[in-house]
Every structure is written in structure tokens, then in C-alpha cells.
């Protein structure tokens, strides 16, 4: 079996972690008053905002990316991503020392294409709704005899993520976590956070949080099997979580261990955005506030239990923070 193929371990998360070391932020795990009156119980948030490039995503790419060969480093990488992937990947490239070509979609907001220009990566467009992104990253790699670096559905990609559940148990201090919430799209973040709580021997209740019309986890854990959402012809406000359904290896190790799949609607989102800004003063984009949406609309009941919130990114647009903060809470 092929190193990208291999299933990811609690061992690989740990060596992730080394990788990672004096490079990663230690992003704040948060508790605010406020909110855990609001759900009645206790809230820890994971602000994954303020990681390097503004998510969660550089760990798994740096995790990837940092472990080329001088050969490799010569020739570059090359990713898809919907933005705070290819983020993560042009930082880490150019941390690495090496280049990185992104494919994005060209509805992504403008704030991400100039994050991965800004890191010094070069994009290339494609459109979302009738083109592959894995199939031209695929001709990508092959043209440029470069290495692909897939956004989930890659062992150091899930075993870097996984470093984020590492640290929520040690900021944690030994406080009996019942339940997390986490957002979903290809799934590996949540694969790799699994995978940290195992090594801890910790098995809280895990809930995959997904935008309404994209729910490819709930669909899948219901069939017992990879399931594709249907086509959705209207975008949601959450651009991070659009992946058609979960990933190979991802879901091989979040399928077994998932509580349940939860979906929320963009004003549910909207309003953790308004929310997140106003009361918890964390900016946070669609995607990485669909975890403390769910909490807030009570998706899932927090009350008496101590609840783990990701929040895995704050890249969101400024014209799209500005309108949301504009309009009144209902």
C-alpha cells in the first residue's frame, strides 16, 4: 500500500504533532461566560481562526508539505481547494520552501484568493458546478511532475489536523468532555480529532455538522456507506463544507465513531457569525461557525454537559461580515 493510501493512526497524530511543533500556532481554547449561560452548560471553543492562514488547514498541509524530498521541494505542489485548504498549502509551501499551484473554485471569496497570493501561491480557476477539480489537479501533477497535496483524503493531511484534538485535551486539564461539535465537508478534520481523542482514551459523543443541502455525512452514516448529497443548485453561505460527500479514508475512520450528522441553515449560521462577533469578539467565516450554530440553535442540547466547539476558520469576506453584522437578530 501506497504512504498516501495507508490508514492514518493516534501514532501518526502524535508524530504530527512533533512535525508541527515551534511551526503550528497553539490556537485558544475559550470559555465565555455569556455562551454558557445561553446553553446551560459548559462550552469550550477551539479557535482555529487564529492558526496561520486563518484555519485549521495549515496543519495538515504543513504536516504533508515539510516531509518532501529536495526533489520534491524542486518541483512543487499542487492542491484544489475551496480556499482554506489552498491557504494552508501556500503558506506551508513557502515556509517549506517550495511552490505551491492551487485550483479554486471561481465563486470562492475574493478574501482566500488573495490569502493564497498573499502566501505567494499561484491560482487557477475552474467552475465548481461543471468541471472536477480532482481530475484537473490529477493532469496538474502529472504535467508538472509535482505532488498533490488532497485537502482530506490523505494520512499526514488527517494525522495534522488530528493536532487540533491533541491540543483541546491538554487545554482541557482533565475536564470530562461529553460532547463535540465539528464542521464536515470532506471529513478530516474530524477523522484526525478521532483519532487524538482514541489516544487519550476519550470517547465523547462526536457530531458532524454539516450546511443544509450538502449533508453527505448524515446521508452516509444512514446508508452504512459513502453517499453523495444531491445536487444542489444554490450555493450555500458556507463555501468550506461543499464537498459531495465524505472522503475514503476519512470516513473509514469517522463512520464507526460518529454519534450523529446535524445540519444548519444559513441564517442559523449568519446568526453564530453575529453572534461569535458581537458577544465572543472572534471573527468567524460560515464554515468554521456551523459548530457553534448548531450549539446555538439547539441542534444538539448543551445543557448540563461540558461541550467541545470547533471553530475552524475566520476567513470570511468583509463586505459578507459587514452585511451580516447590519442585520438584526430575530
Known amino acids: ?46 479557535a482555529e481562526c487564529f492558526q496561520w492562514a486563518g484555519s485549521f488547514k495549515f496543519r495538515g498541509a504543513w504536516n504533508r508539505i515539510s516531509r518532501l524530498s529536495p526533489e520534491e ?18 503558506a506551508a509551501a513557502r515556509l517549506a520552501g517550495t511552490h505551491a499551484l492551487i485550483v479554486m ?42 505532488v498533490l497535496v488532497p485537502p482530506f483524503d490523505d494520512p499526514h493531511v ?13 487545554q482541557a486539564g482533565g475536564a470530562h468532555i461529553d460532547q463535540l461539535l465539528c464542521g464536515a465537508s470532506g471529513g478530516g478534520l474530524l477523522a484526525g480529532i478521532h483519532l487524538a481523542l482514541e489516544h487519550h482514551g476519550l470517547s465523547p ?56 450528522a446535524v445540519s444548519v441553515g444559513d ?15 472572534l471573527i468567524v467565516e460560515p464554515g468554521g461557525a456551523v459548530s457553534l450554530a448548531a450549539l446555538l440553535s439547539g441542534r444538539v442540547d448543551a445543557a448540563g454537559r461540558i461541550t467541545a466547539v470547533i471553530v475552524s476558520g475566520g476567513n470570511i469576506d468583509p463586505a459578507l461580515l459587514a452585511e451580516i453584522l447590519r442585520e438584526e437578530t430575530p
Open 105 to 146: 473554485p471561481h465563486d470562492c471569496p475574493a478574501v482566500k484568493v488573495a490569502g493564497v497570493r498573499q502566501h505567494g501561491g499561484e491560482v487557477r480557476f475552474y467552475d465548481r458546478w461543471c468541471e472536477s477539480r480532482e481530475a484537473i489537479g490529477a493532469q496538474i501533477a502529472a504535467e508538472r511532475g509535482c
Open 205 to 260: 459523543e462526536t457530531y458532524a455538522v454539516e450546511p443544509e443541502g450538502f449533508d453527505d455525512h448524515a446521508l452516509s452514516l444512514r446508508q452504512g456507506t459513502i453517499t453523495a448529497h444531491a445536487p444542489e443548485p444554490r450555493p450555500s453561505i458556507c463555501d468550506a463544507l461543499m464537498a459531495p460527500q465524505p472522503g475514503n479514508l476519512t470516513f473509514s475512520v469517522n463512520g464507526p465513531r460518529l454519534t450523529d
Open 267 to 281: 441564517h442559523e449560521v449568519r446568526n453564530a457569525i453575529r453572534y461569535a462577533a458581537s458577544t465572543l469578539k
Open 158 to 170: 488527517i494525522e495534522g489536523q488530528g493536532t487540533v484534538g491533541l491540543e483541546l485535551v491538554d
Open 73 to 90: 521541494k524542486r518541483r512543487g505542489v499542487v492542491a484544489y481547494s475551496s480556499g482554506n485548504h489552498a491557504q494552508g498549502v501556500a
Open 1 to 46: 500500500m501506497s504512504e498516501s493510501h495507508r490508514a492514518p493512526t493516534s501514532a501518526g497524530v502524535l508524530d504530527a504533532a512533533r512535525q508541527l511543533a515551534g511551526v503550528a500556532v497553539r490556537t485558544p481554547l475559550i470559555e465565555h461566560p455569556a455562551l454558557n449561560a445561553r446553553v446551560g452548560g459548559r462550552v469550550l471553543l477551539k
